[in-house]
């Protein structure tokens, strides 16, 4: 790999997943009359103390777009395909803009009463979709470069578990047969179609990072 993304884009793309997933694991162990398994993260910015999950929303959103940027830099100087750090510069705005944008309670792909809402509802809709396109997108180019190809087998994994999970959250929350059964296990759901993606981001971020350091060694 030709040196290009910075460093600073690494390690922002290696600290965001790690710290979101961090503080919305915390602050739901710790918020009365929360359930990680029933409740939908979004559902932690309701409330007094709903700024800690707004600030990770707004923290998580600038990072990624940082590592994002760094990622369309990088292609670009290489003449490579620009659809996934473009679809990556989209989920991180549609994640930063889901803090100020808060959630009605419970109504996360259900029809909204508030316009913050709705606004929350469609934002998140397009994450859960680009999580999954994204991957394969990316693992499309993973194929296609002999740099990448290290790369090609671990997404193809987490492309594949993030459709199945994004298929799963979709029905346990959209079809009205499963919404009364799934009922207690939304957050859970969600957490499946989530988590996945952000493992697989520190991970193509750790392997950058793992270039960039031996193309400093040869150079």
Same mark, same amino acid.
């Not at 659809?83 to 959630?103: D, H, R």
């Given at each position: 790999m030709k040196k290009g993304i910075s460093y600073i884009s690494v390690y922002s793309g290696l600290i965001a997943p790690i710290l979101f997933v961090l503080i919305f694991t915390i602050e739901g162990l710790f918020r009365e009359n929360y359930s990680a398994? =029933?409740? /939908?993260? &979004?559902? %932690? &910015?309701? #409330?007094?103390? #709903?700024?800690? =999950? +707004? @600030?990770?929303f707004l923290i998580f959103g600038f990072l990624f777009f940082v590592f994002s940027m760094g990622l369309l830099r990088e292609f670009q100087k290489r003449r490579l395909s620009t659809? #996934?750090?473009? *679809?990556? %510069?989209? *989920?991180? &705005?549609? !994640? /930063?803009? &889901?803090?100020?944008?808060?959630?009605d309670s419970d109504t996360i792909f259900t029809q909204q009463k508030s316009v913050h809402g709705i606004i929350h509802g469609v934002l998140g809709a397009i994450v859960f979709i680009l999580m999954t396109v994204s991957s394969w997108t990316f693992l499309k180019l993973f194929k296609k470069e002999k740099e990448f190809k290290s790369l090609k087998n671990v997404t193809l994994l987490f492309a594949i578990i993030l459709t199945f999970t994004l298929i799963a959250f979709i029905y346990v929350t959209k079809v009205p047969t499963s919404q009364n059964i799934f009922q207690n296990l939304n957050g859970l759901f969600q957490r499946l179609a989530l +988590?996945?993606?952000?493992?697989?981001? /520190? !991970? %193509?971020?750790?392997?950058?990072?793992? @270039? *960039?350091?031996? !193309?400093?060694?040869n150079n």
């Open positions: 398994m =029933q409740n /939908f993260i &979004s559902e %932690l &910015s309701i #409330g007094n103390n #709903g700024w800690i =999950q +707004i @600030a990770n659809t #996934g750090p473009i *679809l990556f %510069l989209i *989920l991180a &705005s549609c !994640y /930063f803009f &889901s803090g100020p944008f808060v959630t +988590i996945p993606f952000m493992v697989w981001l /520190f !991970y %193509l971020a750790f392997s950058i990072r793992n @270039a *960039l350091t031996k !193309y400093d060694k």
